[in-house]
């Protein structure tokens, strides 16, 4: 049981115990990256919370499928929230972080401030057209 609680001093200097606070991860993102690092937290002493600006996963190889209408788009996501449901230290949130406060270790999410003491941020990547941009689909 001690492990759970951290000592501290009262202000008279007598000693006295409050229940710890498990380590809060934030994960930025639930793409692969995003998913397999909340899904190796399972067993972690921590707070996940898991943000993603969609609230499915996409898988993306399959996207071509999608494209040439073999699969429907349905096929090819999954609720993040079902993915995780079974994960008892994982929270979802809904919502597209823009940006992140390093020094207040905070992840700006709408006028929503989400606290950290672990940031995981995989937000994937995007497509470069060398100095193209005019190339890129327009959707
Ligand atoms: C058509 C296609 C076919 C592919 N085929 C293969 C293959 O056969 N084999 C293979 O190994 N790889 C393949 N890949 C590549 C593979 O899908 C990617 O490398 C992989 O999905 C990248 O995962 P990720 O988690 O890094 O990023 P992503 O899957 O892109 O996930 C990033 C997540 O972050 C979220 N996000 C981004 N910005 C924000 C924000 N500001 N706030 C909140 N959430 C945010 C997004 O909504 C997304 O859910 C393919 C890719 C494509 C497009």
């Known amino acids: ?29 639930a793409g692969f990256a995003g998913l397999t690092a909340a899904m190796r937290l399972t067993r972690a002493d921590a707070e996940v919370t898991v943000i993603d600006r969609r609230n499915h996963h996409l898988f993306q190889p399959l996207l071509y499928q999608v494209a040439t209408a073999a699969l429907s788009p349905a096929d090819i996501g999954a609720p993040i929230r079902g993915i995780l449901s079974r994960q008892a230290n994982a929270t979802v949130t809904l919502g597209t972080v823009t940006g992140i406060d390093v020094a207040g270790r905070a992840v700006l999410r709408a006028e929503r401030r989400i606290h950290y003491d672990q940031l995981i941020v995989a937000t994937g990547a995007r497509e470069t057209y060398f100095g193209h941009d005019e190339w890129a689909v327009v959707t």
């Open 1 to 29: 049981m001690d492990a759970l609680l951290d000592r501290t001093d009262t202000v008279d200097g007598s000693p006295t115990t409050v229940p710890s606070r498990r380590t809060r991860i934030v994960v930025i993102g």
